[in-house]
């Protein structure tokens, strides 16, 4: 893959750590010369993925917080009352990981719902347009694709629910009705854009309460910078919904972070 923000694409399966420290060294080297020329980056990027069809995770540490989320809430809780919600699917790696986590954890009732343009992304518009990394049909990996690498690894596709739509047409009050949805026990949130995480919190929010985990796949894409990307979409979202407080949890490779909401009410 040529962004490091997205699954890592290479399936080192087979190679090395040494060999794997070695690509991955590569790939950054040739992302950060070919981030100043949009038209090649995005021609690099959709040769990568045409050439590169493997079934990896896009970040490494994205699985392990995903279990290390629901390991909180049992510790936690000594429970798990919540779903599962992903918005940003790529090949479904991911997604499928937290399936296995939750089965591995004996998390049975925990249902898992899944939003993805399933075309890529839309058109980078305003600040999500800061340096050409994202563009249109980036990442994109059919429905029909996805569920089928879902099954593969043995997902019961009785516990999922899989949104297809670019969010401001799929993210509806009309969606509410149509599957049983309840409130959020953890959310991973890999849709990279500003926009996007927006509109996918604002959508999440009756789902979302004191407790919920919040995962942000992309939250040091653009550095430690406030005003881009999801830092400033998380920041907007806890101004207009004062009645939560965001607690950092930890953070995950390549450019991730964890959050826990709590009751602003409560001392």
Request: a negative charge; proline letters at 4%; hydrophobic letters at 35%.
């Amino acid at each position: 893959m040529i962004n490091s923000n997205d699954e890592q694409s290479t399936d080192t399966r087979h190679d090395t750590p040494q060999q794997v420290s070695i690509k991955r060294k590569l790939k950054s080297v040739a992302e950060n010369i070919l981030r100043h020329c949009p038209p090649a980056f995005r021609l690099a990027s959709r040769l990568y993925h045409k050439m590169n069809n493997s079934y990896r995770t896009l970040s490494p540490g994205a699985p392990q917080a995903i279990r290390k989320s629901f390991q909180y809430l049992i510790q936690r809780d000594g429970e798990v009352t919540g779903d599962y919600y992903e918005f940003g699917l790529f090949r479904g790696y991911t997604f499928e990981q937290a399936w296995q986590h939750c089965q591995d954890l004996n998390l049975h009732d925990v249902r898992f719902h899944g939003f993805d343009s399933f075309s890529g992304l839309p058109t980078a518009t305003g600040i999500d347009q800061t340096d050409g990394r994202f563009f249109k049909g980036q990442f994109a990996c059919s429905l029909k694709e996805v569920e089928a690498n879902l099954e593969s690894k043995g997902v019961d596709l009785n516990q999922v629910n899989l949104i297809k739509g670019f969010y401001e047409d799929s993210l509806t009050p009309a969606l509410r009705e149509q599957y049983p949805f309840k409130h959020a026990a953890v959310v991973m949130l890999d849709c990279d854009y500003y926009s996007s995480t927006v509109t996918a919190l604002d959508w999440m929010e009756p789902y979302i309460q004191p407790g919920t985990v919040l995962l942000f796949d992309d939250w040091y894409s653009y550095g430690e910078s406030e005003e881009l990307g999801q830092q400033k979409a998380y920041q907007e979202f806890l101004e207009r919904h004062p009645q939560y407080l965001s607690e950092a949890l930890w953070e995950f490779k390549n450019h991730g972070k964890a959050f826990v909401l709590k009751d602003a009410s409560q001392p």
